[in-house]
């Protein structure tokens, strides 16, 4: 009876042995309950739907954070090429530019030239016509004297009434002769001009009354 109860025993020892240590207090674990004779962890809180919002919209703040940075960077980009771009047209149009304003400093030089030439010619044609016509009138202060030397007060007149049109654009001197001229015939137009009066003739004597 006892060699019995012996190898019982011994059975049991050896079954234990072969079976390990028992996973019971693992599963429980893992179970999220504590095993026999420890505390259980407390529960792990679900997440409100204010949390999930609240991650919702800092994930969509961070995805439009980088669309604007993004946007930002190619804008400034784009600006850059711009400008870069502006500067080559700037230097290739700059030759073109330079050559156009010079044209037109050119033109300007020219037109002033041809302005000053022909203001000089203007100028030397409007002296010699006055000189001209100061030649002319002297030549009518010299007929117009002989024609007072020769009695002929109305060929005088004429003469001078062609010189008190041209009076006026004469010079000082030449006019001062025509006051000269129109005092000696009386000033006027020949018709109400009074006429030179003629040279006196030899006296006769008187004749005397017969006896």
């Known amino acids: 009876m006892k060699i019995s109860l012996v190898a019982g025993a011994m059975i049991a020892a050896v079954v234990l042995t072969a079976c390990g240590p028992s996973d019971a207090p693992d599963k429980a674990q893992a179970q999220g309950q504590a095993p026999a004779g420890q505390p259980a962890p407390p ?3 679900e997440k409100t739907l204010l949390e999930q919002a609240r991650e919702q919209a800092k994930l969509a ?3 439009a954070a980088g669309y604007a940075e993004t946007a930002v960077e190619k804008g400034r980009a784009a600006a850059e ?3 870069a771009r502006g500067k080559e047209f700037a230097e290739d149009a700059r030759p073109q530019l330079d050559a156009a304003r010079e044209a037109m400093a050119e033109k300007a030089r020219e037109t002033a030239h041809l302005a000053r030439e022909k203001g000089a010619a203007v100028a030397q044609t409007a002296g010699d016509m006055a000189d001209a016509a100061v030649d002319k009138a002297r030549e009518l202060i010299a007929q117009a004297e002989d024609y007072i030397a020769q009695n002929k007060p109305e060929l005088a007149r004429k003469v001078v009434n062609k010189l008190n049109l041209l009076k006026d654009v004469m010079p000082a001197a030449i006019q001062v002769q025509i006051d000269k001229l129109n005092a000696l015939i009386g000033g006027g137009d020949a018709a109400t ?3 030179v009066p003629a ?3 030899p006296v ?3 004749v005397s009354a017969p006896r």
């Open 43 to 45: 529960p792990v809180p």
């Open 193 to 195: 001009a009074p006429a």
């Open 199 to 201: 040279e006196p003739g």
């Open 61 to 63: 703040a961070d995805k």
């Open 81 to 83: 090429s711009a400008v």
């Open 204 to 206: 006769s004597a008187p």
